[in-house]
């Protein structure tokens, strides 16, 4: 099945710095798919981005269909974007499915 | 806006006991699917389910499991005889269709075995 990586595994910042956080998957996609899990376990959907690049707020979003990649941009970081932000994506071999990476750990430090 | 729920939020139960777990999807969704997570570990899918049956299902879903939708509204996850492994995080999805459509996720619902 598809393969998806996350990177870095862990991040931290002090407050108000900017990140970078990236997904590269191994096969197309019809679908991919950010969410940020909070404190409590929710996911939280952040960008619905097969291709393309999306903003909402302090955070955007790009992906390269092409060469199988998707990037997530935070900027001015607050405490309240820590938790774990996974990349999810649906393959255009494996039914509807979504397959997760193993998720960025982001700390926001005040 | 539209949302998915989940009943309950957490549920705690002894080795060996049936559970089930509630969903309701958005309304006009078509497709609807669980996911699982152990602690500390990464998201999994489990099941999808279209058109009053199973569409697709992993290795994880296995005889002990099952799913249905009962009337128009509920989607529902079964677990037999629940095993201490089986504690994890269950997530209920739904989207529009079968490709290209966002997945709406619920809040889950912590499964504890005991």
């Known amino acids: 099945g598809i393969q998806v990586e996350q990177s870095p595994p862990d991040l931290i910042l002090q407050e108000g710095a900017n990140s970078t956080l990236r997904c590269n998957f191994s096969?197309?996609?019809?679908?991919l798919q950010w969410f940020h899990q909070n404190p409590w376990g929710q996911l939280i959907n952040l960008f619905y981005?097969?291709?393309g690049t999306k903003q909402n707020g302090r955070l955007s979003a790009t992906t390269v269909a092409t060469e199988r990649y998707s990037l997530l941009y935070i900027s001015s970081s607050q405490t309240t974007d820590s938790g774990v932000y996974f990349c999810?994506?649906?393959?255009?071999?494996?039914?509807?499915?979504?397959?997760f990476g193993e998720g960025t750990q982001l700390t926001v430090n005040p | 806006e539209p949302e998915v729920t989940q009943t309950p939020s957490h549920q705690v139960t002894q080795m060996g006991q049936e559970v089930i777990l509630r969903c309701v999807p958005i309304?006009?969704?078509?497709?609807f699917y669980w996911y699982r997570q152990i602690l500390g570990q990464k998201v999994e899918f489990l099941v999808s389910?279209?058109?009053?049956?199973?569409?697709?299902k992993s290795e994880i879903f296995d005889d002990q499991f099952s799913v249905e939708r009962p009337d128009g509204s509920n989607f529902t996850l079964k677990i037999r005889s629940t095993k201490l492994e089986d504690s994890a995080m269950y997530f209920c999805?739904?989207?529009?269709?079968?490709?290209?459509?966002?997945?709406?996720f619920g809040p889950g619902t912590r499964l504890t075995v005991t």
């Open positions: 999810a994506v649906e393959s255009q071999t494996s039914g509807s499915r979504l397959t």
């Open positions: 096969d197309s996609v019809n679908n």
């Open positions: 981005i097969p291709s």
């Open positions: 309304s006009n969704h078509l497709y």
């Open positions: 389910f279209y058109n009053n049956e199973i569409s697709e």
């Open positions: 999805a739904s989207d529009q269709g079968e490709w290209l459509y966002e997945q709406y």
